[in-house]
């Protein structure tokens, strides 16, 4: 029988497509992924994917989401567990190896120090220059330049190698004349060249220093770089919301990204009020957004501004023995808080004045992001908060689990997308954080929903959460079975350099 020449070319391309398509099955499913996660229940606040699914994780990124077998050189088997986006801590003051070593068993894989910063941005995190196990960065530190302006002085943080700062002097205290303002304007500047992710201010602890002419070319200077500003706002008596109104007048007029730092502690019982406040400038086009912690107390140095030079007892409306003296946990009383507040003046007190239906009111919100709020902490025989170690099993299982306050999948997105998303406008990194998506970055927290729980508390603040089993930064695992992995350091520091 003969066969015709389009007979054998129709044939033949035939057995060209079959073959090719082989081809490309076998290349496909023969792939092997750096890291495969398997059998997860893989949640994305972005897309809201929630399904039972198989990670594959190739050079730090998601590579692919199938429900196909796919192989890998490390498997991860998470049947039973949450695949998560890991958590962005945007306000913490632990850029120290124990407090990485807390914050990753608390499934933390991006640390920000966003409401003090640091000048210059490249110094922050001195204790990770050998290598870190999370992400690290720091907004600019309009303190550590008004520090360098007014006083000479050269740390760049809160603590260096040499100690701790301390909270007296001029740049604490005395208002800068109209030359020091601008030469804080270039440095400014400098910091945000050198990549810092917005600008910080700690306009609380410097109530009577800083000028409204002062604030203002701190809001003027973000807004030509368009990036954020963080602000602790100056506190009045309880709820009153002057210090907020200020910070959104300047927001509004200057067009800058404002982030409110921890409203709980700050609002008090005018949370309500001071969301409204926010609700309405963002109506009228501001950028407004804020944060809350999960643990109740305030956390903060003995000789803050507040306990030294303002009726601290009226404004928190609690007394001395509210208030435990952080090194070691004990509640004070007069005699002993005068006496630590001269003898130890960079030393931190925890003071309990926050009511967990603040909190809830704050969680209402459906902006509220969820940060740590975390005092430095170098050994484990000295105390800190036990926001350290706790924030966010403290959220996920008491206010999302037990209480239902939200679904799984909103307590997610306000400790993973929400963050990401405001973070984009300081850095792009951030465009690849918070989600669980093909070509995001692998940071990825895995856990058990059922159990996740802290067991830190005040005066015991360094056990580790409960049922996070693993943590992935940049697609490595630094948690394996709820176990810190030692000597792997996949963690970047995140600048944004500013090209001009």
Partial sequence: ?????????????????????????????????DTVVMNGR????????????????????????????????????AQGLVVAPGFIDIHSHTPTRLGEHLSVLDGITTQLDLEAGSYPPTSYGYQYRGGAQLHYGSSVGH???????????????????????????DMWRKQATSA???????????????????????????TEAVSESELSMIFAT?????????????????????GLDEIIALAESHGVATLICHITHSAMGG?????????????????????TL?????????????????DWRAIFDIEYEDVQWVPTGEWLDEERFLRYQRDYPTSSINHHYVKEDWLLKALAW??????????????????????????????LGRYVRELKVMSLMEGLRRITLLPAQWLALASDDFSRKGRIQVGADADIVIFDAGKISPQAQYGDPYKASQGIHHVLVGGRPVVTDGEQVEGRYPGKHLLAPTVR
């Fill in 366 to 395: 459906p902006g509220m992001m969820v940060s740590t709020d975390a005092l430095p902490a170098f050994d484990i025989d000295v105390k800190t908060n036990p926001n350290i170690a706790g924030t966010y099993a403290q959220f």
């Fill in 42 to 77: 893989v949640m994305d606040p972005e897309t809201q994917t929630d399904r039972v699914a198989n990670v594959g994780i190739q050079q730090g990124q998601i590579a692919r989401i199938t429900s196909d077998n796919i192989k890998g050189k490390q498997l991860i088997d």
């Fill in 271 to 291: 949370i309500e009020e001071w969301l409204a406040k926010i609700d309405a400038a963002n109506a009228r086009g501001a950028r407004i957004t804020t944060e």
């Fill in 143 to 169: 303190f550590a330049i008004r520090g360098l302006v007014m006083e000479g002085a050269s740390q760049s943080y809160f603590f260096d190698e040499t100690g701790f700062i301390t909270l007296g002097g």
């Fill in 222 to 242: 973000a807004a030509e770089y368009d990036k954020p500003v963080y602000v602790h706002v100056r506190r009045g008596m309880p709820g009153d919301p002057t």
């Fill in 1 to 33: 029988m003969r066969t015709s020449t389009s007979q054998l070319i129709t044939a033949t391309l035939f057995c060209s497509l079959i073959f090719s398509s082989s081809a490309q099955t076998k290349t496909y499913s023969s792939e092997v992924y």
């Fill in 294 to 310: 999960s643990y109740l107390a305030g956390g903060t140095s003995i000789a803050a501004d507040v306990f030294v030079n303002r």
């Fill in 180 to 206: 020091q303002v601008e030469a804080m304007r270039k440095h400014l500047r400098n910091g945000l060249d050198l990549g810092g992710l917005g600008i910080g201010v700690l306009l609380d602890y410097m």
